[in-house]
Nanobody
Framework: QVDLVEAGGGSVQVGGSLRLSCAVS?????????RAWFRQGSGKEREIVAT???????RYADSVKGRFTISQASTSLTLYLQMTNLTLEDTAMYYC?????????????????WGQGTQVTVSA
């Protein structure tokens, strides 16, 4: 059993910053190649925001490039998402996810483990 717990969401004004974290309990598969942050705005589909693979390669949605940074702690499995220069369009529920084994990190179907989400609200 693997549980993911997000934290760090909240309300912030346009241009502000937040840092999300995703703690892991249990033991993911030895080769959980993909780690990611997704988000889902009201009335929208869940979308990939950022991914991190075992080689520590990162990929970002065009809408967040240059503003968001995904990383993992070197001494634990905690995943982070540093968000800067937030805009109204960043308002959403943010979810962390991990794969079970290998897969295409850009595909939602790759991810087997999901957190419950943390809300980020950006206001003018």
């Amino acid at each position: 059993q693997v549980d993911l717990v997000e934290a760090g969401g909240g309300s912030v004004q346009v241009g502000g910053s937040l840092r999300l974290s995703c703690a892991v309990s249990g033991k993911p598969e030895s080769f959980d190649v993909c780690r990611a942050w997704f988000r889902q705005g009201s009335g929208k589909e869940r979308e990939i925001v950022a991914t991190l693979d075992m080689a520590r390669r990162t990929r970002y949605a065009d809408s967040v490039k240059g503003r968001f940074t995904i990383s993992q702690a070197s001494t634990s499995l905690t995943l982070y998402l540093q968000m800067t220069n937030l805009t109204l369009e960043d308002t959403a529920m943010y979810y962390c996810a991990r794969s079970r084994g290998a897969g295409d990190c850009s595909s939602r179907s790759t991810y087997a483990y999901w957190g419950q989400g943390t809300q980020v609200t950006v206001s003018a």
